[in-house]
């Protein structure tokens, strides 16, 4: 058998095993209509569904001590890094930040290569609570798509930004993101360009 069809079996099986734990009673993916979006300068690139991002990216039970609600969480998740990998190309993913927005309007900027030491997760389902515990200061449901990050040293939320209702994740420049926030015609190492990076490292990281 040759590496592709070998590596189209894997994905299958994976799928098919998720499915059939899910018909067993085990965590179930998101409603059929959720979808999460992938873009490049405003054009979509790719609709990936849940059953999708399993196929992507094998799934998991991954575990994280959640700032938000304070206390250790286990969720059904994927990781990100390959769902990225499969749908950008290595030079879309270097040096530049990736948009994520919540179905709520949050809108965050996140440096491409954090996603790809491997501790950012998409999380499919809530292993502790059938059909999720509400998360933050509106007490939301996080469906259809949380992000979170398993590692201990990705816990501040400044850094680590952890989005819930995910909808979208683009690849874009932030001026285009923040129109309005951002200088026109400065020098990078102007005051002006130099505040407008603390505005979108820090000012806009919380949910």
Not at 49 to 57: D, F, N, R
Not at 102 to 118: E, H, K, M
Request: net charge neutral.
């Amino acid at each position: 058998m040759s590496r592709w069809w070998r590596g189209r079996a894997v994905s299958v099986g994976v799928l098919l095993g998720t499915l059939a734990g899910c018909q067993r009673g085990g965590p179930s993916l998101p409603a059929p209509g959720a979808e999460l979006h992938f873009l490049v300068d405003g054009q979509l690139r790719r609709r990936v569904s849940a059953t999708e991002l399993v196929a992507l990216a094998a799934p998991h039970e991954a575990v994280t001590d959640d700032p938000y609600y304070g206390k250790r969480k286990r969720f059904w998740a994927v990781p990100l890094a390959p769902v990225l990998a499969a749908i950008f190309s290595p030079g879309e993913l270097q040096g530049v930040p990736l948009i994520l927005r919540a179905r709520d309007g949050y809108t965050v900027p996140i440096d491409a290569g954090q996603f790809l030491s491997g501790g950012a997760q998409i999380a499919l389902a809530d292993l502790d609570k059938p059909g999720w515990e509400p998360i933050g200061p509106q007490q939301a449901n996080p469906a259809p798509f949380y992000l979170f990050w398993t590692s201990a040293s990705e816990r501040n939320l400044d850094t680590h930004p952890r989005p819930w209702q995910l909808t979208s994740i683009e690849r874009v420049p932030l001026a285009q993101v923040f129109p309005l926030a951002h200088p026109v015609g400065l020098a990078p190492d102007d005051p002006a360009m130099r505040g407008f990076g603390l505005f979108a490292s820090l000012c806009i990281r919380c949910h």
